[in-house]
Nanobody, 115 residues
């Protein structure tokens, strides 16, 4: 069993930056594929960024060049560095960890981009 806790969300002005953290307990996080999803009001949950156990990454087109996902296996933590934020980035951001048949979710953290 893996428990995921997200942190780092908040209110930021357009053009600003935030760093989200997803910290895991209960298992060796480095073995997992870790995804960041987001869900805006009235919209479907969408995949934002992925980091593989190897460290390779992939991003949604809407965030390429602005967001960066990374992992610190020693801290059992995955980060999502978000820069040049736009109002359309406003959403609840969720961390997801997947390995074989196991799939775990965090509780989400709110990111609001507004002036």
């Amino acid at each position: 069993q893996v428990q995921l806790v997200e942190s780092g969300g908040g209110l930021v002005q357009p053009g600003g930056s935030l760093r989200l953290s997803c910290t895991a307990s209960g298992s060796i996080f480095s073995f997992y594929i870790v995804n960041w999803y987001r869900q805006a009001p009235g919209k479907q949950r969408e995949l934002v960024a992925v980091i593989m156990p190897s460290g390779s990454t992939n991003y949604a087109d809407s965030v390429k060049g602005r967001f960066a996902i990374s992992r610190d296996n020693a801290k059992n933590t995955v980060y999502l560095q978000m820069s040049r934020l736009k109002p359309e980035d406003t959403a609840v951001y969720y961390c997801n960890a997947a390995r074989l048949a196991n799939n775990y979710w965090g509780q989400g953290t709110q990111v609001t981009v507004s002036s």
